[in-house]
């Protein structure tokens, strides 16, 4: 049977599982019934695998015809926190809970190059890694911890992204992510009454010199060339009108791609927040909480996917990444690991607008599973050829 009829007579099946997927959102190590429909899948293509409980993930074992090179793929399983508003038919029916960053669609992709694979063994191993909690709490660790990477020569992942068009994968080698940090700003300030401000220190008032001072970080300390974002996302302070407030919170990301500026910037926050504090009598401190490392793909693994890419869509399909994302993955903990390429899979159907992943109302054409399955699936191969003839 060729690529094509396989495709086109499992998509049907992926359509199920990725609609099953998303009408019943779990959030990151509860993803309980999302693998109980990952692990009936797997038995129903006789595929073996290994499953590490609530909270852990599952790990699939293909074996080929002969003794060649172990390649990983994988998918992330949970959902985000929140409220969908696509209005689908199939839409979320967990409260506070959606997928709406096309991890449904991941799954699916694997489980369809999974019956790919199955059907036409390649001459090697094929590891899939479903993993938890991708969105928060670096599932990656969770299964590299639990031996999901033993004997694995490289990994392969990728992402939807309604930015680009279905038909179109993106490829590229070295850093396609931004390192994320989370920082947390804690004025302490002297309370008192709204209409008598002298005998008191205004933690809201050295919280707004905070929010805009640090974006000055990035406008006027970092070069334009090196790719940075600090964002304050969440501002905590006051009781009630006419209190002037003690106390303040802010909470905020940093992203960078290169080490040197985030240490700067990092180093610079501090400053800030101390400059402002003694400037207005206050007390200001700052935590920072180290988040994801950057995802760098490897040269030879990049060429790989490039290859396999190319016998998917073909050459018009082909899309460089030419500036680095300053989203987070934590598929680079599995980088710093073994080799590997993380690649993004164009999900736009032709005159939709771009909705931004995370969007509550944020939907995917599924078109895009033909081309996922069959991407997993050729990387996969042109992987084992590839490290076999190293090894021959």
């Not at 293909?62 to 959902?79: H, K, N, S, V």
């Not at 038919?89 to 694979?117: E, I, T, W, Y």
């Not at 205004?202 to 970080?217: C, K």
């Not at 995802?295 to 073909?314: D, P």
């Amino acid at each position: 049977m060729s690529r094509l009829t396989l495709i086109e007579s499992i998509f049907p099946r992926m359509v199920e599982l990725r609609r099953t997927f998303h009408r019943y959102p779990e959030l990151a190590f509860e993803e309980e019934r999302t693998a109980l429909v990952i692990m009936e899948e797997l038995r129903r293509l006789d595929i073996p695998f290994e499953y590490g409980g609530v909270g852990g993930g599952i790990v699939g074992k293909i074996t080929g015809q002969d003794d060649g090179p172990t390649i990983a793929l994988r998918a992330d399983m949970d959902g985000l926190p929140g409220d969908e508003t696509t209005g689908l038919p199939f839409a979320s029916v967990n409260p506070g809970r959606m997928h709406a960053c096309g991890h449904d669609g991941h799954m699916s992709m694997l489980l369809g190059a999974a019956a790919m694979l199955k059907e036409n063994p390649p001459p090697g191993r094929v590891v899939l890694i479903f993993q938890p909690a991708e969105e928060r709490g670096g599932g990656a660790k969770v299964m590299i911890q639990s031996g999901a990477l033993d004997r694995v020569k490289a990994i392969f992942g990728g992402h939807v992204m309604r930015q680009f068009r279905v038909g179109e994968i993106m490829v590229a080698h070295g850093t396609i992510t931004a390192q994320s940090d989370k920082f947390t700003i804690r004025i302490r300030g002297r309370g008192g009454h709204g209409a008598r401000p002298h005998e008191a220190v205004d933690a809201v008032v050295v919280a707004g010199l905070l929010i805009m001072a640090v974006q000055t970080l990035v406008s006027r300390e970092i070069s334009p060339f090196h790719p940075s974002v600090v964002t304050i996302g969440q501002v905590q302070a006051g009781t009630a009108a006419n209190v002037i407030a003690e106390h303040a919170i802010l909470q905020g990301t940093i992203r960078t791609t290169e080490r040197p500026v985030r240490r700067h910037i990092i180093e610079g926050l501090k400053r800030i927040a101390k400059a402002t504090g003694a400037l207005h009598n206050a007390v200001v401190d700052v935590e920072i909480s180290e988040g994801y490392p950057p995802v760098v793909n490897t040269q030879q693994e990049a060429e790989i996917a490039r290859l396999a890419a190319l016998k998917v869509v073909g050459q018009q399909g082909l899309v460089p990444i030419d500036n680095p994302s300053m989203g987070a993955e934590d598929f680079a903990y599995y980088l710093k690991q073994i080799p590997g390429c993380y690649v993004r899979f164009g999900a736009r159907r032709e005159g939709w607008e771009n909705i931004p992943l995370h969007s509550p109302a944020f939907d995917f054409d599924e078109e895009a599973l033909k081309v996922g399955a069959a991407f997993f699936d050729e990387v996969a191969r042109e992987a084992i050829r590839a490290y076999a003839q190293e090894e021959s």
